[in-house]
């Protein structure tokens, strides 16, 4: 049994495992999309919640004036479009920040 055999059968048992993980998974995205994290727990994977750095950035962030509360209260459902909302818009949109380096 040469070395180039075994290679070959290293690599037919880890892509035959991978179909196996592949099946599985699909399978739980089938049968058990409501509880897909804890199923895919139980058959060895392990979940991670990402940071999302905009979100977090964004849920730190304050207005910083009138304008500023008025799109935050319309973006969050408080306030309806309106020809008012759509100029304070445009106006912060394209109001200038200082640089920062």
């Not at 750095?53 to 304050?62: F, G, P």
């Not at 209260?73 to 408080?78: D, H, I, V, W």
């Amino acid at each position: 049994m040469g070395k180039k055999y075994k290679d070959d059968t290293l690599d037919d048992y880890k892509k035959l495992k991978d179909e196996v993980i592949i099946d599985k998974v699909n399978e739980i995205f089938r049968s058990r999309s409501d509880s897909y994290i804890a199923a895919l727990k139980e058959i060895g994977f392990e979940y991670h919640e990402e940071d999302d750095e905009e979100e977090i950035e964004e849920r730190k962030a304050k207005p910083k004036n009138k304008n500023q509360r008025k799109l935050v209260a319309y973006f969050e459902g408080e306030e309806d479009a309106s020809e008012i909302i759509f100029a304070v818009f445009i106006t912060e949109r394209y109001a200038k920040r200082p640089i920062s380096h």
